[in-house]
């Protein structure tokens, strides 16, 4: 229900061969290219590509089906490829017979002019000089298209221009004020009588009643549900889509609220108000690559919604790794589209093997040039909560992949405070401020994400008062500025240390290596503190993975 379109028309050119294919029964699983739409009871037309009003009669009658019936349909273009795979490839060595026909047949061009010159319509010199001035618009990089219809009105039609030039250090205000803190939180506490909750789900949903109330500090749930309230409430749609998200995969969200009595669910973001925008929580297919794209497409058309998708771990993004290379990085550079979509990405290293513990962050910061995405961790709860709305706020429209947590969202130490959703911002860099001495650090520590917490832990076990630990919480656009500052706040450190849970070869490290030594210069020394190159992002046996995670944050801090 959350992916329809209310039809599509599919447009197959069917070349009759695929690419190089010399068995055309190879290509595919059925003995034509669209018996797959059988499977839906989806009209198929074929009509012959060198009759263009054949063409032209049969797009019309898909269209008014589609529009008449809200149902997909299927245009078979029969056609064939007069060149190669490219101009320079030779296809007659797969297929002799077939191009020994094709380099006989006259060009479609050619047959419907004698088509029309037989029918009087035109005489040949006119054909002669329609080709002629076609050619000449080319030579001069003209448009060679007429509007299909002149004035035509577009509903859906957006105007992005002021999304353009937009900068991502753009200063937006994100907090919240407590009189609508407490206005929301008793809108989405105000359930129906009769819905029978889960008594795990009741006790979140009453200690976030004591959030509110300032009783107790506030989790990753609470922050999460009030950012996607407060957008709401002021006018923006949130989209959110994945395997599990409305529940969420570590029983964190409870978006959806499921009767345990009755076959019913009740979604408390979709009750805030008679004038709040439209909230949607889809729990999805198992297809990363189909959802993925969907929301690509989604997040082009309206850059006034929060679009979200979420991995149910992050290392399962890789089965939707052509939409992230083809479109969500490049498609600005390609296609001059822009897009906000969010990426939710479980992230972190708590030893459970090799398939659920990377987001792999490296491949997106490979990815990062010319300001096309944003990478971020944040490690609390309230800067999620700004992270979210300045996605929104600011009028800079970029993708937004967020390592998102798992453990640490029963962590009592990765918790915040009502006043840090009341004043502050996102901080793409967060200092260590809870030193005696900055002058007495002689070691900075620079990390991203939950291992933050094992830094402190040890360092504070440790007694290590000489080292200071710096939270990397955007790694990309990279805020050199605001880093340098930070690092400057310690005026006789000598020591840098990158300290990371991912392997050598993995993580941020070797992305952004290059951008600490330019920052750094011959000032400070600069090493890393992690686990080994390894071709599995994690072990497979938690006693081992206790022992690197260990070894890591004890040649960090000591």
């Given at each position: ?6 039809g ?5 050119i ?5 690419f ?7 290509a ?11 499977m839906?009871?989806a009209?198929?037309?074929?009509v ?5 009003e ?20 299927v245009i ?12 320079a ?7 002799p ?16 002019a ?29 448009v ?5 219809v002149?004035g ?7 105007n ?13 205000d ?7 803190i407490?206005r ?10 009769d ?8 006790k979140?949903?009453?200690?976030r009643?004591?959030m509110?109330l ?5 989790d ?11 957008l ?5 749609p ?8 409305g ?11 499921h009767?345990?009595?009755q076959?019913?669910n ?8 008679a004038?709040?925008?439209n909230?949607?929580?889809v ?8 959802v ?10 309206d ?6 998708w979420?991995?149910?771990?992050g290392?399962?993004?890789n089965?939707?790794q052509v939409?992230?290379?083809q ?41 990062c ?5 944003q990478v971020?961790?944040p ?11 300045r996605q929104?706020?600011?009028s800079?429209?970029k993708?937004l992949?967020v ?6 969202l ?9 006043n840090?959703?009341t ?14 001495d900055?002058?007495?650090?002689h ?13 402190i ?27 340098a500052?930070a ?10 240390v ?16 290059h ?14 503190a ?10 497979g046996n938690?006693?081992v ?5 260990q ?6 801090i000591?």
């Amino acid at each position: 229900s959350g992916f329809g379109t209310g039809g599509t028309v599919h447009i197959v050119i069917n070349n009759q061969i695929g690419f190089t294919t010399s068995n055309p029964l190879d290509a595919r699983s059925t003995l034509y290219c669209t018996d797959v739409a059988k499977m839906i009871q989806a009209p198929i037309f074929h009509v012959n590509a060198d009759d263009p009003e054949a063409v032209i009669f049969v797009t019309r009658l898909a269209l008014d089906y589609r529009m008449t019936f809200n149902r997909d349909v299927v245009i078979d273009l029969v056609c064939y490829r007069r060149q190669g795979h490219n101009e320079a490839d030779e296809p007659s060595v797969t297929q002799p017979q077939m191009y020994q026909c094709i380099n006989q047949l006259p060009t479609t061009r050619a047959i419907y002019a004698a088509r029309l010159i037989k029918a009087s319509v035109i005489n040949e010199r006119t054909a002669d000089q329609m080709m002629q001035n076609y050619r000449s618009i080319l030579a001069d990089g003209s448009v060679v298209s007429r509007p299909v219809v002149e004035g035509l009105t577009n509903q859906y039609a957006v105007n992005w221009a002021p999304y353009h030039d937009a900068q991502w250090n753009e200063v937006v205000d994100t907090t919240i004020d407590q009189k609508t803190i407490t206005r929301l939180s008793a809108q989405l506490l105000d359930l129906p009588a009769d819905l029978t909750l889960h008594d795990r789900v009741k006790k979140i949903l009453e200690r976030r009643q004591k959030m509110t109330l300032g009783e107790i500090p506030i989790d990753w749930g609470y922050a999460e549900t009030m950012a996607y309230a407060n957008l709401l409430t002021t006018g923006y749609p949130v989209r959110l889509t994945g395997q599990d998200s409305g529940r969420g995969t570590f029983f964190h969200r409870h978006a959806v609220l499921h009767d345990q009595t009755q076959d019913r669910n009740y979604t408390p973001l979709q009750h805030l108000s008679a004038h709040q925008a439209n909230f949607l929580v889809v729990d999805s297919l198992l297809s990363e690559e189909a959802v993925l794209g969907f929301e690509y497409g989604y997040a082009t058309a309206d850059p006034s919604a929060l679009v979200l998708w979420e991995a149910q771990f992050g290392d399962f993004a890789n089965g939707a790794q052509v939409v992230i290379d083809q479109f969500i990085a490049s498609g600005e550079s390609k296609w001059g589209r822009l897009c906000s979509l969010v990426m939710l990405l479980p992230h972190g290293f708590e030893g459970q093997g090799p398939e659920h513990s990377s987001a792999r962050l490296e491949r997106y910061l490979q990815l990062c040039a010319e300001h096309n995405i944003q990478v971020c961790v944040p490690t609390t709860p309230a800067q999620m909560f700004h992270l979210l709305l300045r996605q929104m706020l600011r009028s800079f429209r970029k993708p937004l992949v967020v390592m998102t947590c798992k453990s640490m969202l029963r962590n009592k130490a990765a918790t915040s405070s009502l006043n840090d959703l009341t004043s502050g911002s996102f901080e793409p860099v967060i200092s260590d401020k809870s030193l005696p001495d900055n002058d007495a650090v002689h070691r900075i520590v620079v990390c991203s994400g939950k291992v933050y917490y094992d830094l402190i832990e040890t360092r504070r076990e440790l007694q290590r008062d000489d080292t200071a630990i710096i939270r990397l919480e955007q790694i990309y656009p990279f805020p050199r500025a605001l880093l340098a500052r930070a690092i400057e706040s310690f005026p006789n450190a000598t020591e840098l240390v990158w300290c990371q849970e991912e392997p050598h070869n993995q993580g941020a490290w070797d992305q952004i290596k290059h951008r600490f030594r330019t920052l750094l210069g011959d000032h400070m020394k600069m090493r890393y503190a992690g686990r080994a190159s390894s071709a599995a992002p994690a072990v497979g046996n938690l006693r081992v993975h206790r022992q690197q995670q260990q070894d890591l944050i004890n040649d960090a801090i000591e």
